[in-house]
């Protein structure tokens, strides 16, 4: 199956929270790969590298690495901006086509987005718009700070209203300077939204933790079934 990693913002925490859910899945019994389809500001596929070592997974032999980061952009901006910067368009159905051939080797495909669900990818569509051709469930990574209601609760509805199934939330703490506020913006974004899973992401150094996967297989345990299927669909 697919799932798209997606964010409120930059720098939200996605890249970390892929690879968490990476070896959440990994403990779930299933064969797991994570994409980053479109990386900006680098030379490298850095995020991708970045999932890699937390998860102690070799790096990619190269024709899987033009599956896993097929498009890789030096200037950091969205998308579209640094591939015209680069005189280059990016195909929306050739990302298609790359995470598509994934799912026929791999169980689970991580989807990691480029900032938020408006990010242009082209002039005419979107990362929102990317999801949608893709149609598969999304989780979503927020912070644990002041401002982080509104923006959340208009991600999930706009995936929502696109008809997108919002699996769950992973809400970063990483950036929690009051717990209380941190406490009670988490409460009323699950009001707000209707929302049942969220899993509480901390700071994370070199690799992920046995104990923090083990969280991660156990958020995953509670939205699917044992037998993989979408309790929800």
């Known amino acids: 199956m697919i799932f798209f990693v997606t964010g409120t913002d930059t720098g939200i925490g996605k890249t970390y929270a892929t690879a968490l859910l990476a070896k959440g899945f990994e403990l779930f019994g299933k064969k797991v790969i994570t994409q980053k389809p479109l990386q900006t500001g680098a030379d490298c596929p850095e995020d991708l590298f970045m999932h890699r070592k937390l998860t102690n997974w070799s790096h990619d032999p190269p024709e899987l690495l033009k599956l896993t980061s097929p498009y890789v952009f030096k200037f950091p901006a969205a998308p579209e901006t640094a591939a015209s910067l680069e005189g280059k368009k990016i195909d929306i159905l050739h990302l298609k086509r790359t995470t598509e051939r994934l799912a026929k ?129």
């Open 105 to 233: 080797d791999f169980e689970v495909v991580l989807i990691e987005g480029a900032g938020g669900l408006y990010v242009p990818i082209t002039k005419e569509e979107t990362m929102l718009d990317f999801i949608s051709l893709l149609a598969c469930p999304v989780f979503v990574v927020s912070a644990a700070r002041l401002g982080t209601i509104n923006h959340t609760v208009l991600t999930i509805n706009a995936l929502k209203q696109r008809g997108l199934y919002v699996a769950g939330l992973i809400y970063n703490l990483s950036f929690a300077k009051d717990e209380i506020i941190a406490q009670k913006s988490l409460e009323e974004i699950m009001r707000l939204c209707e929302l049942e899973h969220v899993l509480l992401m901390p700071k994370i150094e070199d690799q992920i933790s046995t104990p923090l996967a083990e969280k991660a297989r156990d958020f995953l345990l509670k939205i699917f079934s044992p037998r993989f299927e979408l309790q929800a669909f």
